[in-house]
């Protein structure tokens, strides 16, 4: 009895689960410093890789490799845009942007679970994006502030966001249809 009562727990996360986290959040480290600098917020692969994690992992695996991706560069190892780590960094001007991407993956994981079709999980991703923006854009306008830099809305805006609205639509659609495959292909060999 206490046997079949312990084979039916449903394991929250198993070694191969660890494993999968480990893996997506150490792809999130290596994409993520790669970036063109364009203004005081660089057009990085970090979202296409947060992107990619939640599709193929799903909203709370993907939304942890975010987090241990988050904690990496927060420990100072340099896999922020442009190979760059630290509190500094994380807590600067631009760090709202960095801080929101685990909201971002698991909005975006909610729909890309619930949802086996491009156009729903296309939109999810989109509502986390715009929850990033938003976070985003007001932190890095109280960070000016406080930096006797201040801007205003719409230079902010132009700034930080209206530039990568082009960028991010395609790595997300880049990221769903390339984690689907991935996914598919990790559930047949059942890894």
């Given at each position: 009895m206490e046997n079949s009562v312990s084979t039916?727990?449903?394991?929250?996360?198993?070694?191969?689960?660890?494993?999968?986290?480990?893996?997506?959040?150490?792809?999130?480290?290596?994409?993520?410093?790669?970036?063109?600098p364009i203004g005081p917020?660089?057009?990085?692969?970090?979202?296409?890789?947060?992107?990619?994690?939640?599709?193929?992992?799903?909203?709370?695996?993907?939304?942890?490799?975010t987090l241990v991706y988050l904690l990496i560069?927060?420990?100072?190892?340099?896999?922020f845009s442009g190979f760059s780590g630290g509190p500094a960094k994380l807590f600067g001007p631009t760090g709202g942007y960095l801080v929101t991407f685990f909201i971002t993956a698991f909005i975006a994981g909610i729909f890309c679970d619930k949802f086996e079709?491009?156009?729903?999980?296309?939109?999810?991703?989109?509502?986390?994006?715009?929850?990033l923006y938003f976070v985003g854009t007001v932190w890095f306008m109280v960070g000016m502030s406080m930096a006797d830099k201040a801007m205003g809305l719409w230079a902010s805006l132009m700034a930080c966001v209206i530039p990568f609205v082009p960028f991010?639509?395609?790595?997300?659609?880049?990221?769903?249809?390339?984690?689907?495959?991935?996914?598919?292909?990790?559930?047949?060999?059942?890894i």
């Open positions: 039916n727990k449903k394991k929250i996360l198993t070694v191969k689960n660890i494993a999968q986290i480990a893996l997506a959040a150490a792809i999130i480290c290596v994409l993520g410093p790669l970036s063109i917020v660089p057009v990085s692969l970090t979202p296409f890789a947060v992107y990619l994690a939640v599709v193929v992992l799903g909203k709370y695996r993907g939304t942890i490799a560069g927060l420990a100072g190892v340099p896999v079709k491009f156009w729903p999980c296309f939109l999810g991703c989109l509502l986390g994006l715009a929850v991010d639509c395609v790595k997300i659609a880049l990221a769903i249809i390339l984690g689907k495959k991935i996914r598919g292909a990790l559930n047949k060999a059942d």
